[in-house]
C-alpha cells in the first residue's frame, strides 16, 4: 500500500516550477563566473555572450517563480 499522501495538482506544479526557477539561478551564476573567466582572459565576445544567457537565465527563472507563486 501507498502509505504517502497525494499531492494535488497545484501543489505539484508549484514545486516543480520552484526547482525549475532553482535550477535557471544556478545556471546563472556559471554563466556569470564563466562571462568572468572570460573577462579576465580578453575574451570578450564570450564574455558578453555569457553574460547575455546569465541575464536569460534570470529572468526565465523570475517568469517560473511567478507562476510557482500562482499555483501555490
Not at 495538482?9 to 535557471?24: G, H, I, N, Y
Not at 564563466?34 to 546569465?54: P, Y
Amino acid at each position: 500500500m501507498n502509505a504517502m499522501l497525494p499531492i494535488t495538482p497545484a501543489v505539484d506544479e508549484s514545486d516543480r516550477f520552484k526547482r525549475l526557477a532553482s535550477t535557471l539561478h544556478q545556471l546563472s551564476g556559471k554563466y556569470r563566473a564563466w562571462a568572468q573567466e572570460d573577462l579576465q582572459r580578453g575574451r570578450t565576445d564570450s564574455a558578453i555572450k555569457n553574460a547575455a544567457e546569465a541575464d536569460r537565465c534570470l529572468t526565465d527563472a523570475r517568469w517560473y517563480q511567478r507562476r510557482a507563486l500562482q499555483h501555490a
